[in-house]
């Protein structure tokens, strides 16, 4: 078994991973247990009011979730894959991703090991491997301290760079930016 297959049998084993990112370090589970993604927001140590976002393989995998606007199809071709995460209009109520009230946040990941794991497994609900509120960590070592007691399986990836991705509401006719992150959408 190679790491990938490793990585996506335990998410469906209803286990939390830390994996890199393109971004920093994510705390991961199956987006579709209850028990996974209970899990994962008592590590992130935040409520079920902060949906958490998922990540995929491909901008068409990200529009078998959402319902893709053309803002939506403009930003995913500028900027996918990377580390911009779109907001939009569930198509999808499988996902137990929080109280999002009827919306997603996806993204498509500059990973090859996001790439990977998403091709075998589908899409995977991601944050940040940090408690709610504190800096990210951006070395495993630091994920190990965190919560290595707490994690099934964590991905040493070496440092990142500590940005998170930017998150962008495109439900309406223009973005409106939830969070500044590692791009910036002052250009467009």
């Known amino acids: 078994m190679n790491l990938h297959e490793l990585i996506a049998d ?3 084993s209803g286990e939390v991973v830390v994996l890199p990112t393109d971004t920093v370090y994510g705390l ?3 987006p579709r247990s209850a028990s996974a993604m209970q899990r994962l927001f008592d590590l992130k140590g935040r409520s079920e009011g902060v949906p958490i976002a998922v990540l995929v393989g491909s901008t068409s995998d990200a529009r078998a979730l959402v319902r893709a606007n053309d803002l939506f199809d403009d930003l995913a071709a500028q900027h996918w894959p ?3 995460t779109l907001v939009a209009d569930a198509v999808d109520d499988s996902l137990l991703i929080g109280e999002a009230q009827g919306s997603l946040g996806v993204r498509v990941p500059d990973h090859p090991l996001i ?3 998403t091709s075998i497994f589908g899409a995977i609900a991601a944050t940040s491997a940090n408690r709610h509120g504190s800096p ?3 070395q495993a070592s630091d994920v190990e301290k965190e919560f290595g007691g707490y994690v099934d399986l964590i991905v040493d990836g070496g440092r ?3 940005a998170p991705s930017t998150v962008v509401d495109v439900r309406g006719s ?3 930016v939830l969070r500044e992150g590692a791009i910036s959408l002052d250009h467009e």
């Open 28 to 30: 991961v589970a199956n």
């Open 160 to 162: 990142l760079d500590g």
């Open 82 to 84: 990377g580390s911009l």
């Open 174 to 176: 223009s973005p409106i």
């Open 136 to 138: 990210t960590l951006t």
């Open 10 to 12: 335990t998410l469906r």
């Open 115 to 117: 790439a990977a794991v």
